[in-house]
């Protein structure tokens, strides 16, 4: 009856996600070509056309280019030097420390809004914080203001040192039980160890990571603008807020957002050919380590104590500064300003409505994406992508030459403000729903195509309770990041469209250091509160069923 | 009557099976075999899980080649992850009816003695991850059972139980399909399976 063995094929459900999936690939591809043309077309505008308008400003967009890079790559360097030792030191201390929860608290600070960061690294590094008073108290000097290079990396360690240490803690818990059982069984080094059991994931995780930190850093727009201290300390993403708020020099805006995006988009086709790490894995995920003989040589507890103690001042030091400068009488009379509920209420409805909008995309573009052949995946990856190298500056600088002709961009800035939101949040919401999407259309399509188990029924029944939990955590990190933006705030905000963070920002400017606690720990609380309110929400909501209760869950 | 005439499916131009084959209301065909024969393939053709190249898959003389999965009268029991792991057992069960079709106290009656008959008493309210593979099988069987679909497809379905189980698994199984008037095709690998059910055997082979 058969000619011989033959390979396994895959079915997949057929549905609405494919086309709605193309759809939303296509708007996102468009809206990125529509503001490259746009930049493209302002930046040609220029009588002497674009290359002569480059070449005349060819040493600033070169000495502005040039800090950029080097301040990402400082910074991407810096974190995986804290990062590294850190995660190994909590690996061998994650069972006996009982340190699971600083893991879940370093995670905060990847949550927590740019401008509340920067309140932060000023009540402890500042030249009246923590460190400093300390210092005063024991007879010495404080230190001294911390605006400069030096400010921007030290911000930028503190955001993306976590940020590593948990992807690297994910990979060494994928270490397989019995190899560390091998390990204690042979009795390896510690040095052998590190070579043959974990260097071998981290080196895998290495490359992918210090890539997306650096367009991190590459991108960073806020904690420039907030520490960088002056013109010195400048980057592409300062230059071009300056040459299109202040300076209005849209051509000059536009070059410079072309050259951004043409770095960016080198580091984002970097970033895909290592396939990197992807910030999926920064989802915690559980491992054993088994207890190894070289663990108990007090060399050893005392070099990781002091390596978690210094993480901790450097991650954690921040959350509780930002907590206990804003804890006074202030923040009472903070929260009865008319700003601050104009701000509240603004930040609110967008992160909210972004992070729904992320989200949706995301899950019908990783649906879609698991549907298609293997050789059309790319389009899926490429649209979503796009928006990694289409900076929410460059977007929003974009956007403004765009529209200006056609509408009030300050009257239509609370939607230009909702749609890069959501544009931004939407390659970390993508790769977060992505594996787990890929995961359940295999093993349940057939099923469920074979129980009738389609569309709208399908998706509420059987796929939104199974990723609840990832559906969530993309919410919960759009939300998250939407209400800490202070990017395209900055190009469209107005005294009758503000912010949470750029109520902050302003506060700050103005030298109002005890109003701009209140609000730091307030817009803290709130990114806190709203990232809970997703993640733990999702896994309440109907669909799932309850242990040992009786009442069914999926009958109509 | 599930009629299977010329049936064939190629996958590349290097493999390709053409089935023959009927199996009447109330019977139960054993398929055998070695690995990568097409037994499972056989059964994602009845299931229209693949799309044939030529041949007749017929149900009471109805063309069953043009519909869907879920258009056609089937039900499938699969080797593993039957289950969805965020509902409980008995809604892993109740999610088998059809959209029209609503729990009434009989049903939950039947239910209650299919799952004491399988030795899954006290586990309707029971996740997936609460028992065990052998378990989630017989809860994968009793959703197969209360559809009552009439073509029932069991891809070694029940391999990982131990005999004495799936002996009562059988047993159930038997009784279903000769009171429903089902035809259910079984691809096991074990010899016992269709001696104990005392049914025909399918055995493929290569060419």
């Given at each position: 009856m058969a000619n011989g063995t033959h390979p396994i094929v895959s079915y997949r459900s057929s549905g609405a996600y494919v086309p709605l999936g193309m759809l939303g690939a296509a708007g996102l591809i468009l809206i990125a070509l529509a503001t490259i043309g746009a930049l493209l077309g302002v930046g040609a505008s220029r009588p002497e056309g674009v290359m002569t308008v480059l070449a005349g400003n060819m040493p600033r967009v070169w000495r502005v280019a040039g800090f950029t890079f080097w301040q990402a790559s400082l910074s991407a360097m810096l974190s995986l030097l804290v990062a590294l030792p850190v995660a190994l030191a909590y690996w061998r201390r994650t069972s006996t420390w009982k340190l699971s929860k600083l893991n879940s608290l370093s995670f905060l600070a990847i949550v927590m809004p740019t401008t509340v960061a920067v309140a932060g690294l000023l009540g402890v590094w500042g030249q009246n914080g923590a460190i400093s008073y300390l210092l005063r108290a024991i007879g010495g000097d404080g230190l001294s203001p911390i605006y400069g290079l030096?400010?921007?990396?030290?911000?930028?360690?503190?955001?993306?040192?976590?940020?590593?240490?948990?992807?690297?803690?994910?990979?060494?818990?994928?270490?397989?039980?019995?190899?560390?059982?091998?390990?204690?069984?042979?009795?390896?080094?510690?040095?052998?160890?590190?070579?043959?059991?974990?260097?071998p994931i981290l080196k895998q995780l290495i490359p992918g990571l210090v890539t997306i930190v650096f367009l991190l850093c590459f991108t960073s727009f806020s904690l420039i603008l907030m520490l960088g201290g002056g013109?010195?300390?400048?980057?592409?993403?300062?230059?071009?807020?300056?040459?299109?708020?202040?300076?209005?020099?849209?051509?000059?805006?536009?070059?410079?957002?072309?050259?951004?995006?043409?770095?960016?988009?080198?580091?984002?086709?970097?970033?895909?050919?290592?396939?990197?790490?992807?910030?999926?894995?920064?989802?915690?995920?559980?491992?054993?380590?088994?207890?190894?003989p070289g663990d108990a040589h007090y060399q050893t507890i005392l070099l990781d104590a002091l390596l978690i103690a210094?993480?901790?001042?450097?991650?954690?030091?921040?959350?509780?500064?930002?907590?206990?400068?804003?804890?006074?009488?202030?923040?009472?009379?903070?929260?009865?300003?008319?700003?601050?509920h104009r701000a509240l209420i603004a930040s609110l409805a967008l992160a909210v409505a972004s992070a729904l909008l992320a989200t949706?995309?995301?899950?019908?573009?990783?649906?879609?994406?698991?549907?298609?052949?293997?050789?059309?995946?790319?389009?899926?990856?490429?649209?979503?992508?796009?928006?990694?190298?289409?900076?929410?500056?460059?977007?929003?600088?974009?956007?403004f030459i765009l529209l200006r002709g056609m509408v009030d961009v300050f009257v239509i800035a609370p939607l230009l403000l909702l749609l890069a939101n959501m544009l931004v949040a939407l390659p970390f919401a993508y790769r977060v729903i992505q594996g787990k999407m890929a995961m359940l259309a295999y093993a349940q399509d057939k099923l469920c195509d074979s129980l009738d188990l389609r569309g709208w029924r399908r998706f509420r029944l059987i796929t939104f309770p199974a990723l609840a939990r990832e559906l969530g955590f993309a919410a919960g990190l759009s939300a998250a990041l939407s209400l800490g933006d202070m990017t395209v705030i900055a190009l469209f905000g107005s005294q009758q469209f503000q912010t949470l963070p750029w109520l902050l920002y302003q506060t700050m400017a103005r030298y109002r250091a005890e109003d701009a606690a209140a609000l730091a720990l307030l817009l803290f609380v709130l990114t806190l509160l709203l990232f809970g309110v997703f993640v733990k929400g999702a896994t309440y909501l109907p669909g799932r069923s309850r242990p040992h209760g009786r009442q069914s869950n999926v009958t109509d | 009557m599930l009629r299977i005439e010329g049936l064939r499916f190629s996958w590349g131009e290097d493999f390709h099976f053409t089935y023959d084959l009927s199996v009447a209301s109330g019977?139960?065909?054993?398929?055998?075999?070695?690995?990568?024969?097409?037994?499972?393939?056989?059964?994602?053709?009845?299931?229209?899980?693949?799309?044939?190249?030529?041949?007749?898959?017929?149900?009471?003389?109805?063309?069953?080649?043009?519909?869907?999965?879920?258009?056609?009268?089937?039900?499938?029991?699969?080797?593993?992850?039957?289950?969805?792991?965020?509902?409980?057992?008995?809604?892993?069960?109740?999610?088998?009816?059809?959209?029209?079709?609503?729990?009434?106290?009989?049903?939950?009656?039947?239910?209650?003695?299919?799952?004491?008959?399988?030795?899954?008493?006290?586990?309707?309210?029971?996740?997936?991850?609460?028992?065990?593979?052998?378990?989630?099988?017989?809860?994968?069987?009793?959703?197969?059972?209360?559809?009552?679909?009439?073509?029932?497809?069991?891809?070694?379905?029940?391999?990982?139980?131990?005999?004495?189980?799936?002996?009562?698994?059988?047993d159930a199984l038997k009784a279903v399909v000769a009171s429903h008037e089902m035809a259910a095709l079984l691809v096991s690998h074990d010899t016992r399976d269709a001696e104990y059910l005392g049914c025909r055997e399918l055995r493929l082979a290569t060419d």
């Open positions: 030096g400010a921007v990396l030290l911000a930028h360690v503190f955001f993306n040192a976590p940020l590593m240490l948990r992807v690297f803690i994910s990979g060494l818990s994928s270490i397989p039980a019995a190899q560390w059982r091998l390990a204690a069984q042979w009795g390896l080094s510690d040095w052998q160890r590190f070579r043959l059991i974990e260097w013109p010195a300390v400048t980057t592409l993403e300062v230059s071009i807020y300056t040459a299109l708020r202040f300076d209005f020099d849209l051509p000059m805006a536009a070059l410079l957002s072309l050259v951004q995006l043409t770095i960016c988009a080198a580091v984002v086709a970097i970033l895909a050919r290592l396939d990197a790490a992807g910030l999926a894995t920064v989802a915690p995920s559980p491992g054993k380590r088994l207890r190894q210094g993480f901790l001042l450097l991650a954690v030091a921040p959350l509780c500064a930002v907590i206990l400068d804003g804890m006074t009488d202030i923040l009472l009379r903070v929260i009865t300003w008319p700003a601050f949706t995309l995301a899950t019908i573009m990783a649906a879609a994406r698991v549907r298609l052949e293997r050789n059309g995946r790319w389009v899926f990856d490429l649209a979503v992508s796009l928006y990694l190298a289409v900076s929410a500056i460059v977007l929003g600088t974009g956007l | 019977e139960i065909l054993a398929v055998q075999g070695p690995s990568g024969v097409g037994k499972t393939t056989l059964l994602e053709l009845i299931a229209g899980f693949q799309t044939p190249t030529a041949g007749n898959l017929t149900w009471d003389d109805k063309d069953l080649v043009p519909l869907p999965p879920w258009q056609r009268p089937v039900t499938t029991v699969f080797q593993a992850d039957n289950l969805f792991s965020h509902l409980s057992c008995l809604d892993n069960v109740l999610i088998g009816l059809g959209r029209e079709e609503r729990p009434t106290p009989a049903l939950h009656k039947y239910i209650d003695e299919y799952f004491t008959q399988l030795g899954l008493e006290g586990l309707q309210s029971r996740m997936p991850s609460q028992i065990s593979g052998g378990q989630q099988q017989r809860v994968a069987l009793v959703r197969a059972l209360i559809r009552a679909r009439p073509i029932l497809l069991l891809d070694e379905s029940f391999s990982a139980l131990d005999w004495d189980m799936r002996k009562e698994c059988f």
